[in-house]
DNA sequence: GGCGTAGGTGCAATCGATTGCACTAATGCA
DNA sequence: TGCATTAGTGCAATCGATTGCACCTACGCC
């Protein structure tokens, strides 16, 4: 029913060897074709609605022009724009991209990381890295193309794109303690993840470099409800024993958001928060969230970038490539008391 | 380097025909197999590592299991859920969807669609529906399975999902009445959408059924911007003629936000605002959104269980499914002054 | 004991495009 | 004029899996 015209139809009406026409039709070979013939074959293809077969194709090529992208939920809206940035670079090149959510579950990444490798893509861009890449490094064995996003996979020496997370903590604390807060919390985002560790590690240094009171504590999840549970926890108990919140998200600060205010208390007036990413809405959100913009469009693109040239076999070495960010202030962070 | 080992590879090693290999592993054949055999060869194949290459499988059969969906942009929040909806479905099944987007741009649309075409996808979900349907009617004819989600493709018979657009109307209408408005400003979407015709359309008759001031301003986009815009010009003009803004969707809605806070209107206090999609975050914006849910998530899962069942064959009407709607009261509506 | 049948495998074609090699004709050069 | 190139095409194998058909064996039945 589909794709009824194939290479052979075309070269029967123009009376040639299948071979022509496939040389004819390809750039890179049309040079071994005699003008007028290549002229005559295309527009036979045209007239007779030619489209190529991209899976017969890649049987022959071994090679799919299709990349795996795997994410943890694409409802998190960090990660459209980064998928949207790995598409604008793969497309003009005739590549495509096939989008799968984990949902952080290794199970569920290891199943569909098999179909995709099955779907004998190109290359990988994995957005999902764990500290124990148990996952990754048995492809990193066998040879396949992975860049990282977002996150590193520590230990295995993928090219890997990152936004400065550890500026980006710095600038937040500098900024807190212009306003004079003197006690911090810190909700860490996932341990097992590369940004959690080094926002957290970063958070802790600097605290303990300028003489702040830095409280960390871990969240499972980089979700609006683990930052809800856990400053409800904080504030059922203890009381409040912080001027200031650095989220390792924008959603973990969300739930924060959320916790202050079913506990009476004000943000920013009482309890100032910082969150990270930037990501949408958070300017309309109430009150508007001072956070840190990271560039996820630009580290798709820069993710899609290295795993092409790697693929290409132009650049093999593993490179790290960080991403600058900047303080946004808005709306949720004022003066201490 | 990837994929050493193929069936001829196992049927070597296990001295037999790939016949019988690919039988032995395939669950629906495998009965064809002795019992044994069948036995020897799974376990030999696991020993080998063998994986199945989908790309030569899906030359042989004629089946992708690959689903193309088109959605306009993915960095709109209504989006990641009907995908994910619609990945819920698909996966279990062995299918896997590859996400496109088309920023509204008829032309990229076309050359997107048509680069999944070659790519042999099994059918298409769509959800950039346009009033002109030239772009999707080519493939109706050339039998190719389609699917609308979201938005229905007026005049080409293909199956859609949609969600109940008029009840929702009606439903912020009787609300707003309820509060004592009776001028009402309509943001409409585009109108070469199937959702923005819809909505405008019930808009104008409920005002009239009801007796109300009811004026209807278009918008180009479904964005914050056109929103923005288009209150900001009003506002700037005419002055405040209405107490209500019913928004063709959240992003609208969001827009009005804006201009409201930038002519110094307070919402809901001057201004009631009404949303449409209750796409995440609303319930965090300022005020607190008050929309309708439109089950985007059940959508996606339709729209996939209603092309899965074309693919398969079992279903070939041109179903319409509507899913039901849910006003959600939050704070952004007022009585009026 | 002979014949029919079903179960179990193998053979080989096929899906559609690509590409190394071979072949022919035309051109260049001496 | 003769020989070596080169340009332009065709032939046929190949990628990896699937499947209609043929074949053989063993069994059951009369």
Redesign the interface.
Known sequence: ???RVTLADVAKAAGVNPATVSRSLNPATEAQVRKETARKIKKIAKDLGY??????R??RTRK?L?IGVVIP???N?IF??I??GI?SYL?PRGY??????TDGNKEIEQT?I??L????VDGLIVATGHTEGDLLSQYHE???KVVMVNRESPGIPFPAVTSDDGAGISAIIEHLVGLGHSSILHLAGPSDSSTGILRSKTFTSECKRRGLLGKVIKNENYSIDDGQAAVDKLLDHGGKSFTAIVAGNDLLA?GA?HSLRTHGLRCPEDVSVVGFNNM??TA?????MTTVNAPHYDMGVEAARLLLSQIDGIDTAPVKVTLPVSLILRGSTARAL
């Open positions: 029913m589909r794709n489209t190529p077969n991209t899976v017969a890649g049987l799919s299709t939920d694409l409802t809206p459209p724009p998928v949207r598409d497309l495509s991209a096939m989008v799968v959510n569909l098999s179909s490798m099955e779907r004998q066998r040879g396949v969300l958001y949408p809405f309309d959100f109430q009150p508007p």
